[in-house]
Nanobody, 123 residues
Framework: QVQLVESGGGSVQAGGSLRLSCAASVYTGDHFCMGWFRQAPGKERERVAV????????FYADSVKGRFTISQDNAKNTLYLQMNSLKPEDTAMYYC????????????????WGQGSQVTVSS
């Protein structure tokens, strides 16, 4: 079992920055997909950014490319999401997620979830 504990998030004005952290209870190894999803009220949970730990391959949603950066610190078993140039449409609950093996788009393919961190961007 992998437990994911998130921290960070909060409220910021448009154009500002925030960083989310996700600490895993164990080292997930080289064949795990870890990433971030978000869910705004009335909308489906969408994939924001993921990283495949084996090849360090990353994927970003078009809406966040060039603004968000996903990274990991294996020594700390921690995943990060640096969010710059935030927009009001980035307002959502952000969830850390993980699964063994390849990365998928659908949230239903991920086995492990963090508790969620609220990000609110005001205009």
């Amino acid at each position: 079992q992998v437990q994911l504990v998130e921290s960070g998030g909060g409220s910021v004005q448009a154009g500002g920055s925030l960083r989310l952290s996700c600490a895993a209870s164990v080292y997930t190894g080289d064949h795990f997909c870890m990433g971030w999803f978000r869910q705004a009220p009335g909308k489906e949970r969408e994939r924001v950014a993921v990283i495949y730990t084996g090849g360090k391959n990353t994927f970003y949603a078009d809406s966040v490319k060039g603004r968000f950066t996903i990274s990991q610190d294996n020594a700390k078993n921690t995943l990060y999401l640096q969010m710059n140039s935030l927009k009001p449409e980035d307002t959502a609950m952000y969830y850390c997620a993980a699964r063994g093996g390849s990365c998928y788009t659908s949230a239903s393919r991920y086995n492990y979830w963090g508790q969620g961190s609220q990000v609110t961007v005001s205009s």
